[in-house]
């Protein structure tokens, strides 16, 4: 089993920055690909940003939030982050990291149904 729990949400206003966390826990982390899905109120969970296991050296970002979210991971630290800039008010919504156990150290899973685990999410609000 692995354990995940996100952290870092909040309150911000159009145009500012927060930076998520997602601790792993359980497992050894590197043979883990991660992912952040985000749910807004009445919206299906969507896809934001994956990063591959190991070092982490391919990653994928969903063309919405392309340019302004950037996903990394530190193994070190078991934790996994999206660091979102430049945020607007659709981007409100419940962040949840996911990962999936992976031996390609270079794919991506863009599938909310890929992935065998899931965190508790984090809100994220951003206010007009």
């Known amino acids: 089993q692995v354990q995940l729990v996100e952290s870092g949400g909040g309150l911000v206003q159009a145009g500012g920055s927060l930076r998520l966390s997602c601790v792993a826990s359980?497992?050894?982390?590197?043979?883990?690909?991660m992912g952040w899905f985000r749910q807004a109120p009445g919206k299906e969970r969507e896809f934001v940003a994956a990063?591959?296991?190991?070092?982490?050296?391919?990653?994928y970002i969903a063309d919405s939030v392309k340019g302004r979210f950037t996903i990394s991971r530190d193994n070190a630290k078991n934790t996994v982050y999206l660091q979102m800039s430049d945020l607007k008010p659709e981007d409100t919504a419940v962040y949840y990291c996911?990962?999936?156990?992976?031996?390609?150290?270079?794919?991506?899973?863009?599938?909310?149904?890929?992935?065998?685990?899931w965190g508790q999410g984090t809100q994220v609000t951003v206010s007009s």
């Open positions: 996911a990962a999936v156990r992976s031996a390609s150290y270079q794919y991506t899973f863009l599938q909310s149904a890929d992935y065998d685990y």
């Open positions: 359980g497992r050894t982390f590197s043979n883990y690909a």
């Open positions: 990063i591959s296991s190991n070092s982490g050296r391919t990653q």
